[in-house]
């Protein structure tokens, strides 16, 4: 098969087992995918379909048991965890259910926390802008417990967004969020996509959302359909 450029992540036959003895689950089967640049891809599926395991996957967040990742021709698989850590920062942006926000961190100490990690110059003027952008340059020294439940989830959004990611990842972004907000929040990460061609992959169990994003991809029983 020809290297195809615009291929920004390709997954080739990715097995993942989790859990040990008795309990062990055979969770991913044999998936082989591609994703192309500023893409936006839906994962859909019944609970316990391999979805968010195949989601931590790209995230760099779970290791294969075998198969190849590449994305942006580096082999995934084969760098230690120092090592995926550092690429992680650098092109993975990823978007969790439950914020993970630091406690203790105002919003703007939050997002720009992972550009000073990288070293990026000018990280608190970068982390305003992209405060700005997803409508909360009035919620610069709030604390995460100071801000909704949609709020906080767009300082996390902000803070994924910041190092210009090629690839945003989101587990269920609008899983915690009132339908109102849960639609505002889903129109920001596409219009992010659209604004830095970054490509989106988000797993979610809504419909509409999921008719929204450019592909939908099936899974059942670890396996896509």
């Not at 830095?196 to 929204?212: F, G, P, Q, S, W």
């Amino acid at each position: 098969m020809p290297h195809n450029n615009d291929h920004l992540m390709s997954l080739k036959d990715i097995h993942i087992t989790l859990g040990e003895g008795a309990s062990k689950v055979h969770v991913l089967k044999g998936i082989s995918l591609d994703v192309n640049q500023a893409e936006t891809i839906a994962i859909v599926g019944p609970s316990g379909s391999g979805k968010s395991t195949l989601l931590m996957l790209m995230a760099g967040l779970e290791n294969a048991d075998s198969g190849s990742i590449t994305m942006n021709e580096t082999e995934l698989t084969t760098l230690s965890e120092d090592q995926l850590a550092q690429f992680r920062g650098k092109h993975i942006g990823i978007i969790f259910q439950s914020f993970h926000l630091m406690p203790s961190m105002t919003a703007l100490e939050n997002v720009a926390l992972p550009l000073e990690l990288l070293g990026i110059k000018d990280a608190e003027n970068i982390a305003k802008d992209m405060l700005d952008k997803v409508g909360l340059s009035h919620r610069l020294s709030h604390y995460p417990t100071q801000l909704s439940g949609g709020e906080q989830q767009r300082v996390a959004i902000a803070r994924a967004i910041a190092p210009k990611p090629d690839l945003l990842i989101a587990d269920e972004p609008t899983g915690n969020l009132d339908a109102d907000t849960g639609n505002q929040i889903m129109d920001l990460l596409f219009n992010l996509n659209k604004d830095y061609n970054t490509t989106l992959i988000l797993v979610t169990h809504d419909e509409n959302l999921a008719n929204k994003a450019g592909r939908k991809i099936a899974m059942r029983n670890g396996i896509i359909n």
